[in-house]
């Protein structure tokens, strides 16, 4: 196999799939790359077995078509040292590869490409949907946050897609709260779903480029494969039951809090210096047009409050949060101004965009409130 290429390109094909790479695995072959060569173009592919990733790299000439598998680690190191320039890459002998540029040439060890693990995509029967990029990365941005770390539950430490012939609903939760973003940017020919881990979730979200137009979804009982332009993401799904979260969305809240969200997030960032640092519990006391947030660590002797004005529509109502999730959900929204809707001080909180936001309907949290004194 030989082939010439431009070292920046090759650079960056190399980092596209790197993040497949497992740190520790007990198949030693997955530390490398696999490398295809086929009619002037170099196909690279990474895996852990979990998650694969393969991307295309244009080749600016070859001699002889092939495949091998070389080692990641010293690819990525030698590359990324080079200045950006042509690089002839070619076997030389058994067992190791030359990497030559203008001045001086590298040799490394190849390992057999039959030796590199099959990867099966989804199957002939998968469903597939087609969705902007830009969309996507923010669906995931916007729920992410709220997956679990939780080995009893498995299906809870990913992003359940729920998928339909109108719309899409990505969901995610860790049981404390949920978080739901809905977008009618992409759906399937009949209604389906699946659950994928936060990690492959994670590595799709950084591999979407700004100039990316559309993303390919097709997916199966197991499998799911997300293309995007010259790189495909295959990962296996998260087997399980995501639970029915369309029935703890809370529907009749009456208490109605509305403010400016960036407003409430610096404050509750404030007051939350001064919370319990293992329980990081604050408190809402709301009345009509003013809310006050306070939090105390009797033990250290630290307390602060601050009152905000607010339209606030309801019974006088005391209820407490977990401060850390509530600064997640406002920090991982976008409106301008935010609605909170509460029913008791026992009761999950609904927190959403004020109606005349655009994305109102899009996203929506929910928080189980803690109690306080």
Known sequence: ????????????????????????????????????????????????????????????????????????????????????????????????????WSNGNSSLPYFPAADYPEIKGAGSDALTATVPAQVLAESISSTIYATADD????????????????????????SHKLICY?????????????????KPAGVLKSIIDKDDEDVTIAFDSSTVVFTIGETMMVCRLIVGKFPEYRKVIPQNNANILQID????????????????????????DLKPGQVEITAQDLGFALAAYEKLPCEYNGAELSIGFKSSFLIEILNNMTCGTV???????????????????????????ILMPIMVS
């Open 1 to 100: 196999m030989e082939f010439k290429v431009s070292s920046a390109g090759l650079l960056k094909g190399v980092l596209d799939v790197s993040k497949a790479i497992p740190a520790k695995t007990a198949l030693p072959i997955l530390e490398n790359f696999l490398f295809v060569l086929k009619e002037n173009q170099l196909e690279i592919t990474a895996s852990d077995q979990e998650l694969t990733l393969r991307t295309v790299v244009p080749v600016e000439s070859s001699v002889d078509e092939g495949s091998i598998a070389v080692p990641a680690r010293q690819m990525i190191d030698l590359l990324k040292a080079l200045p950006d320039q042509p690089v002839t890459i070619k076997t030389a002998g058994e067992g190791s590869f030359e990497c030559i």
């Open 151 to 174: 080995e009893m539950r498995p299906a809870m430490n990913g992003i359940f897609f729920d998928m339909d012939t109108d719309s899409t609903t990505l969901v995610a939760s860790d």
């Open 182 to 198: 809905t977008t009618a940017a992409f759906q399937t020919a009949e209604k389906a779903s699946f659950i994928l881990h936060k």
């Open 261 to 284: 969200r960036v407003q409430l997030l610096n404050t509750v960032r404030r007051v939350a210096v001064c919370a319990n640092k293992a329980s990081n519990h604050i408190k809402f």
């Open 339 to 365: 609605v909170m809707k509460f029913a008791d001080p026992r009761r999950a909180a609904l927190i959403v965009p004020a109606e005349e936001e655009e994305e109102s309907g899009k996203i929506c949290g």
